[in-house]
């Protein structure tokens, strides 16, 4: 933890999008798997009597479930990412403004 705390706000900020966008295509991969659409020929790779499924791919209710999982990993991830860095103790930043020798 000690190295994120050393990031700057905008490297943090990189971090996380880096984080969305391999979630992303992780979840992309795991919801379009099993499918092939295309053309070959002259005819189109798709079942029409099937418009809720696509043939061989996952359900939609386990699709939403793949991107729920993957939005909640992303928003764990972020969070102690873009927590704003620990404020210095009130004794410290007061002995920070004295001058030494000087009275109180």
Known sequence: ????????LGQRVVLVIGLA????????????ADTFTGWTGYAPLSVSNQPFLVPGGLPPYARLL???????????GSLPLMRSRP????????EAR???GSPG
Do not use: E, G, K, Q
């Open 1 to 8: 933890m000690n190295r994120v705390n050393s990031l700057s």
């Open 21 to 32: 966008v391999v979630l992303a295509v992780l979840a992309d991969f795991i919801t379009s």
């Open 66 to 76: 793949v991107w729920l999982v993957a939005v909640v990993i992303w928003v764990a």
């Open 87 to 94: 404020a210095a103790p009130a004794a410290a930043r007061a």
């Open 98 to 100: 004295t001058v030494p």
